[in-house]
Nanobody, 124 residues
Framework: QVQLVESGGGLVQAGGSLRLSCAAS????????MGWFRQAPGKEREFVAA????????HYADSVKGRFTISRDNAKKTVSLQMNSLKPEDTAVYYC?????????????????WGQGTQVTVSS
């Protein structure tokens, strides 16, 4: 059974930083792409960032480009999301997800496995 466990969420002031981490188990971690998504109250889950199986390529939503950085450590089976210059509109539950393929995926349906989510709240 695949398990993804996020950590690192919390409350931060606008302009601040947070680092989210996701620990994976139950699957050959290095064989699959990984992604981060977020969901704000009353809104659909949206793509934030993705990384290929090797970490060689990354892709970001326009809303976070230049502020967020996704990375992975295949030896430790972890994926991280460094979030800088946070804005109130970044407030959401953030989810880590494991893709069905090795490549960059931006659609919710391409991720069969999800973590439980971690709350990020940015105050103005």
């Amino acid at each position: 059974q695949v398990q993804l466990v996020e950590s690192g969420g919390g409350l931060v002031q606008a302009g601040g930083s947070l680092r989210l981490s996701c620990a994976a188990s139950g699957r050959t971690f290095s064989n699959y792409g990984m992604g981060w998504f977020r969901q704000a109250p009353g809104k659909e889950r949206e793509f934030v960032a993705a990384i290929t199986w090797s970490g060689a390529s990354t892709h970001y939503a326009d809303s976070v480009k230049g502020r967020f950085t996704i990375s992975r450590d295949n030896a430790k089976k972890t994926v991280s999301l460094q979030m800088n210059s946070l804005k109130p509109e970044d407030t959401a539950v953030y989810y880590c997800a494991s893709a069905r393929a090795r490549t960059i995926q931006t659609v919710v349906g391409e991720y069969p496995y999800w973590g439980q989510g971690t709350q990020v709240t940015v105050s103005s």
